[in-house]
T-cell receptor, first 111, second 117 residues
Framework: DAKTTQPPSMDCAEGRAANLPCNHS???????VYWYRQIHSQGPQYIIH???NNETNEMASLIITEDRKSSTLILPHATLRDTAVYYC????????????FGTGTRLQVTL | GAVVSQHPSRVICKSGTSVKIECRSL??????MFWYRQFPKKSLMLMAT?????????EQGVEKDKFLINHASLTLSTLTVTSAHPEDSSFYIC?????????????FGSGTQLSVL
C-alpha cells in the first residue's frame, strides 16, 4: 500500500470548516483513499472513501486532486466532538490488503 | 452499517496469565480480520492478519507463540496474549473486512485496553 503524509496537528474553531490534507504521491491506480478518525481510547471510525471523484456524505467531504497524489478531508462545520486523530490511508480493496496507519493528524476543535 | 464487536473492553491481569480477546463481525461475514496494538499517543501497529480457516500471518517482530490468533469462523477471531507481562500492556484493536462489495469498508472494534500488573 502507498504511504501517506499528514501534518501532525491542526486547530480549528468550532463552527468553522476543518480542512485536513493528505499526500499520497505513490498511490497506484487500484488504490482508494480512505479516511478514518480515532477518538481517544476508541477504535477507528470510518468517515469516507473515494477513488478519483470527490465524495460527500453526512459526515464529511473528500476532495481528491486530479492526479490523485493528494486529497483533503473537509468537515464543513467542526464541533468539539470532532476532536480526534484523523488518518488518511490508501487501500487496494481488490486484494483486501492490510492497512498501514501513518501518524495521522491530531485535530483540536476549540471554542 | 456493519458492526464489529470486541470484548472485553478492558482487562487487568497478573503477570504470567493469559488473556483472550474476542472480535466478532455482527451482521456480515469477514474472511479476513486484522489485529492491531496501539501504545499511548502512537499510531496503530498491525500485528497480524487473520484468515478464516487458516493460520494467521504475523508482521515482522510479532511473536506468534505469544500472540495466538484463531479465526475459526467467518464471524469470530480471537487473540490470546499468552504469559502476559507488563510490557504487553497496550490497547488492542481488531478490524474486519466485509467482502462482497465493490468498495470494501474496513470496520473496527472498540478496542481492548490490557493492563498487566
Amino acid at each position: 500500500d502507498a504511504k501517506t503524509t499528514q501534518p501532525p496537528s491542526m486547530d480549528c474553531a468550532e463552527g468553522r470548516a476543518a480542512n485536513l490534507p493528505c499526500n499520497h504521491s505513490t498511490i497506484s491506480g487500484n488504490e482508494y483513499v480512505y479516511w478514518y478518525r480515532q477518538i481517544h481510547s476508541q477504535g477507528p471510525q470510518y468517515i469516507i472513501h473515494g477513488l478519483k471523484n470527490n465524495e460527500t456524505n453526512e459526515m464529511a467531504s473528500l476532495i481528491i486532486t486530479e492526479d490523485r497524489k493528494s486529497s483533503t478531508l473537509i468537515l464543513p462545520h467542526a464541533t468539539l466532538r470532532d476532536t480526534a486523530v484523523y488518518y488518511c490511508i490508501v487501500i487496494d480493496t481488490g486484494t483486501a490488503s492490510k492497512l498501514t496507519f501513518g501518524t495521522g493528524t491530531r485535530l483540536q476543535v476549540t471554542l | 452499517g456493519a458492526v464489529v464487536s470486541q470484548h472485553p473492553s478492558r482487562v487487568i491481569c497478573k503477570s504470567g496469565t493469559s488473556v483472550k480477546i474476542e472480535c466478532r463481525s455482527l451482521d456480515f461475514q469477514a474472511t479476513t480480520m486484522f489485529w492491531y496494538r496501539q501504545f499511548p499517543k502512537k499510531s496503530l501497529m498491525l500485528m497480524a492478519t487473520s484468515n478464516e480457516g487458516s493460520k494467521a500471518t504475523y508482521e515482522q517482530g510479532v511473536e506468534k507463540d505469544k500472540f495466538l490468533i484463531n479465526h475459526a469462523s467467518l464471524t469470530l477471531s480471537t487473540l490470546t496474549v499468552t504469559s502476559a507481562h507488563p510490557e504487553d500492556s497496550s490497547f488492542y484493536i481488531c478490524s474486519a473486512v466485509e467482502f462482497g462489495q465493490i468498495n470494501e469498508k474496513l470496520f473496527f472494534g472498540s478496542g481492548t485496553q490490557l493492563s498487566v500488573l
